[in-house]
């Protein structure tokens, strides 16, 4: 990939980075000109019109309060961001929360993510989404929903007592928080802890002009149910109360106290608060309100006297203390000097400071109680999640911002100092992590230019010469301290520090800007005035000893875990606000740099909370004390860019493997570094000059992926199938041998068990020969099958076995009368009758008379003459006989034996001999009395007549073409056929009137009949072959 020159590329061009969103760059790594605030703030202001509320510095997480409701907090985006990497999905909180969880889980090492800006910037919110987002991606059973619910349900609890309206916001935080979230090894939240910081207490006995007091008061009264107030001795009415009026603002219509009220009350019984306790709780909450109430009027000697019985009588019930007790205890002051007790009357200003004490310690101790309350009810439960050894945890830090107002007092000094404190873990971590990074990569590291603010911590905290304990020391030195001589002190002692400065230590110029009763810090985000005015009695927060005992006397639970009795016996001093503060400070510190850190960094867009208004001075100054442009610097002093390799080329939409040739790349050698698992990339033109120069290669680049990829997977298939086929093909191979070889197999045992029932074949049946027999029988009958005889006349059988000669003879009969049965059954009448007139001819003539066999052949003719060769005249003649059978014949003479045609007829009766129309002879068959024929050749016969008969003209000798035909049917018609007489040698017959006639027959060459000497016929017969 060789890149143009960087010439006419559009620098700011997005990326395929920023694809998702292309509105500024969502990393301001990519700023190309970092340095420059006005490009920081454009891009933000880019974004934010477009609604991209998040954008990134490296990891760490900028938002700006959009102050309306985003599509960005849903389910579906929750699940977009679960697991997937960080640079992969536009900037999100849920990116920073999944991030975290991710390392958490994969690393097991506890994380914690610092969520700072200033107030009303949405650290609570982010907060809130952050939980929200992990109770609904952790995995879940019964017991973590209880969990997951508790965790959520202490927020509206501790946002009632700890949360109010402020001039910036409705909603603010009056603590610092830090949440602990115990994951089990499952990853699923098991179990909490909270820690609070300050609570701004000055809040319940005074409000700014705008601003209310903590929620709870309000939701009380206007939620409360009537029983509930009655009890509580309270009016609906929050102008009835002096603790909430001083704002003159009880009322606000973005606030639903009613609605508010009905949220508490439900998570409180969720933390488990039961019955009993919560009615503790609001005992308190209503005293304080009873207390804002209580009213002094000095008597003669200006001593302060209660003038409101009704309130103590309420406070006597709900403190559960003794009203006479709490009435002195709140008008005079103990003091122990020497072990004596000493009593004095207290005047009007001093009472009302002790009673507005004794609420602030009464409301902020039970809040610290609510706290821990909070956490047993959160606490990590080793019972109820057995044997799920070791957690890890995920710290949420909610803490106060940067704070500069008009006047800033001493909790802003503490807010200010605490996120001092916050910056220069910040750096530490983020340098550290940094240095940890160029280490694990091999790099070599190169220092980085920053602001290190270690010396405006040491200003605030550091021991003897630090602010805080010269505070200290104020408070607890004898005599008038006042916050005048605090100042006087600090300015003797820290005259010449850089970052401070008071009215008296400034020059000329600068001095008209700080009052007399002020010193200014220079912190890290810019100078802040503080007036020292308050300084001493915050941070004594002294509550009189009498109002102490009091308190410890109180029968109500909760007071009475708050205000603990070891405290009076304590010789020692309670430690100084501020101290308390620093140390607490300290711990969180150590909590903080045991955790692997992620940053949220919120600012607000506008002072009005209203949505889509971009001030640019306001924003400028966040920018500022959040110390953003500080960050970017780090974060860009070395390398812009770093991202594994292989995000790295996916972000680009490359895919090949590492290890990556940047010089492929035309990356100059001062333009990156290659460390062992990630690219460094010093500018971010180079970034985008890459991305450019991909952007016009994509089309080639694209269309040789795709070729390569569809040859890939062509050849994929191609193999695939290949493997397939070769599958195929030796599988039926396989099959096929198999079948061969068994087919072998049983050939052989075959072959062997035929050899061997051929050996055995004349044993009786035996297993040896069994097979050989059946084989043998069923042969022979499959062969029979073949060729069975076609016809009766086919006398061919095949040859049975001898185990079957007997059933052979029978099938060969059945087969025979099969066969008989078939043909009879088939046979005409026609049929019928000709072969009954050859049978007879067959009884008649055969082996008789030597031409016989030439006749059987020769079909039976019905007759050889039909009707139309018959003269008329004898048909008339014969009109009632029907004529069965005529044949032209040829008579002789009885005489002169000459040879004359004749025609012979065979009616019903007679046979007829005709001569042309005469006929001639006829011979009733009654009066025939036998017929004879030689045995020879020839065609002669004679039809013997009865001789008493005189018409009869006597015997006829005649001759027939067709003998046997014209004697069978004779015989047959006049029943003549038992006296048919075949003579050998010669036949007499009677010619008229008593003579006979001789024929001899003889045998010849050839047939002759002529008249012999003898006067005998003489016929020589033709000898035939078949004789
Ligand atoms: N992401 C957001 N989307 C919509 N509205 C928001 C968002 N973040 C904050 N807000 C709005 O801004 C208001 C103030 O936010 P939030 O209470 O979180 O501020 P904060 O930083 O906690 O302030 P403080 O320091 O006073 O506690 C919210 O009540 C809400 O109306
Ligand atoms: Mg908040």
């Known amino acids: 990939l060789a890149l143009p020159g960087t010439n006419g590329i559009r620098l700011t061009m997005e990326s395929a980075l920023t694809a998702r969103d292309r509105v500024g760059v969502q990393d301001f790594v990519l700023l190309e000109n970092f340095t420059s605030e006005a490009a920081f703030i454009e891009n933000l202001r880019k974004r934010f019109k477009e609604n991209l509320i998040y954008t990134y510095i490296g990891s760490v997480l900028v938002s700006v309060n959009p102050y309306k409701e985003l599509e960005i907090y849903t389910k579906q985006n929750m699940e977009r961001y679960r697991g997937v990497s960080f640079y992969e999905v536009s900037p999100h909180l849920y990116a920073i929360a999944d991030n975290s969880y991710r390392s958490l889980r994969t690393e097991r090492k506890d994380q914690c993510i610092l969520i700072s800006g200033e107030s009303g910037a949405g650290k609570t919110e982010a907060t809130k989404k952050i939980l929200q987002y992990y109770a609904v991606t952790c995995p879940a059973s019964q017991q973590v929903e209880t969990v997951k619910d508790r965790l959520l349900q202490s927020n ?25 979230v115990q994951f089990d090894y499952r990853g699923a939240p098991v179990g909490g802890h909270i820690l609070n910081y300050l609570l701004e207490k000055s809040r319940v006995v005074h409000q700014n002009h705008g601003e209310r007091n903590f929620h709870i008061f309000y939701q009380l009264l206007e939620g409360g149910e009537e029983d509930l107030l009655r009890r509580l001795g309270l009016e609906k009415n929050p102008q009835q109360y002096h603790y909430l009026v001083k704002g003159h603002c009880a009322r606000v219509s973005s606030i639903n106290d009613k609605n508010d009220w009905k949220i508490v009350r439900r998570a409180l019984s969720i933390i488990s608060f039961n019955d009993n306790e919560v009615e503790d709780l609001l005992s308190i909450v209503a005293s304080v309100l009873h207390l804002g109430n209580v009213q002094f009027a000095a008597d003669e000697q200006g001593n302060a006297q209660v003038t409101t019985e009704n309130q103590i009588k309420y406070l006597g019930r709900l403190l559960a203390v003794e009203g006479s007790v709490l009435r002195d205890a709140l008008i005079h002051k103990k003091i122990i000097a020497k072990g004596e007790e000493l009593i004095s009357p207290l005047n009007l200003e001093q009472a009302a400071y002790a009673r507005d004490a004794l609420a602030k310690a009464i409301y902020g101790r039970t809040f610290s109680w609510l706290v821990n309350k909070v956490n047993k009810s959160l606490a990590y439960k080793e019972g109820e999640f057995p044997g799920w050894r070791s957690t890890t945890v995920l710290g949420l830090l909610d803490i106060y911002g940067f704070e500069v107002f008009q006047h800033n007092s001493f909790e802003q000094f503490c807010i200010n100092y605490c996120n ?34 270690k010396i405006i911590c040491d200003l605030v905290e550091e021991k003897f010469k630090g602010i805080i304990s010269i505070l200290d020391e104020e408070c607890l030195r004898p005599g008038d301290a006042t916050d005048t001589t605090f100042l006087e002190k600090l300015e003797e002692t820290v005259k010449n520090h850089p970052h401070f400065l008071t009215h008296k230590l400034a020059d000329q110029k600068t001095r008209k800007s700080l009052g007399r009763e002020e010193f200014r810090l220079s912190h890290y985000a810019g100078d802040v005035t503080y007036s020292v005015a308050g300084f001493l009695d915050k941070n004594n927060d002294l509550l009189f000893r009498n109002l102490k005992e009091t308190m410890c006397n109180s029968e109500n639970p909760i007071i009475n875990q708050c205000f603990d009795r070891t405290e009076l016996t304590d010789k020692k001093r309670p430690e100084t606000a501020a101290t308390q503060f620093k140390n607490s400070l300290s711990k969180l510190m150590e909590i903080l740099m045991s955790k692997e850190p992620s940053y949220i960094r919120c600012m607000k867009p506008n002072d009005a909370k209203q949505a889509d208004r971009f001030d640019e001075v306001l924003i400028r100054h966040q920018v500022k004390y959040l110390g953003l442009m500080e960050n970017l610097r780090v974060r860009r002093a070395g390398f812009a860019y ?59 680049l694209a269309t040789k992926m795709q070729a390569t990829w569809r040859g890939f997977y062509r050849r994929k298939k191609f193999l695939h199938m290949k493997h397939s ?50 084989y043998i029988r069923f042969s022979f009958l499959m062969n029979l099958k073949r060729n069975l005889p076609k016809n009766v006349l086919d006398k061919s059988w095949p040859t049975p076995p001898p185990s079957l000669c007997e059933a052979s003879q029978l099938l060969r009969q059945l087969c025979m009368q099969n066969m008989v049965w078939t043909y009879c059954k088939r046979i005409s009448p026609e049929w019928k009758q000709q072969l009954e007139q050859k049978v007879i001819a067959s009884e008649i003539f055969k082996g008789k008379k030597d031409n016989y066999p030439q006749s059987v052949p020769r079909l039976f003719i019905n007759t050889r003459l039909g009707n139309e060769e018959i003269n008329a005249k004898v048909l008339q003649a014969l009109e009632n006989e029907a004529i069965k059978y005529a044949v032209p014949v040829i008579k002789y003479d009885r005489k002169g034996y000459k040879a004359r045609a004749r025609q012979l007829l065979l009616t019903q009766n007679a046979v007829v001999i005709v001569e042309e129309s005469k006929i001639k002879q006829r011979i009733d068959y009654a009066n025939l009395t036998g017929i004879s024929v030689s045995s020879l050749s020839d065609n002669l016969f004679v039809l013997h007549v009865h001789c008493e008969d005189n018409k009869q003209k006597g015997d006829v000798v005649l001759q027939s073409d067709h003998v046997i035909e014209t004697l069978t049917k004779t015989a047959i018609q006049a029943d003549k056929v038992n006296n048919v007489n075949i003579n050998q040698g010669s036949i007499k017959f009677t010619v008229g009137q008593g003579k006979e006639g001789i024929i001899d027959f003889i045998s010849g060459s050839e047939l002759l009949i002529a008249k012999a000497k003898n006067g005998h016929l003489t016929v020589v017969a033709p000898r035939l072959n078949s004789r």
Request: net charge positive; charged share 30%; hydrophobic share 35%.
């Open 725 to 774: 086929a070769i599958a195929i093909q030796s599988w039926w191979r396989g099959t096929l041998g198999r079948r061969k070889a068994a087919k072998k197999k049983w050939a052989v045992e075959t072959i062997r068990r035929f050899i061997k029932g051929f050996i055995y074949r004349n044993h009786p049946r035996c297993p040896e020969n069994e097979y050989f027999l059946d």
């Open 156 to 180: 509206p609890v501790l946002e009632a007592f700890g949360n109010a309206k402020t001039l910036r916001n409705d909603n603010s935080s009056r603590f610092g928080k830090y949440m602990d």
């Open 642 to 700: 770093r991202r594994k390799y292989e995000v790295f080329l996916q972000s680009l939409g490359l895919v090949t493997s590492p290890p990556l040739h940047c010089p492929h790349l035309g990356y100059k050698q001062e333009e990156y570094k290659m460390g062992r698992t990630k690219i460094f990339i010093r500018f971010p033109k180079t970034l985008f000059a890459t991305e450019d120069a991909l952007e016009v290669r994509k089309q080639s």
């Open 420 to 453: 001092e404190k916050l910056q220069q873990l910040f750096i530490e971590l983020t340098l550290k992590s940094e240095q940890e990074e160029y280490e694990s990569e091999g790099i070599a590291w190169e220092p980085v230019q920053y602001f290190n603010n």
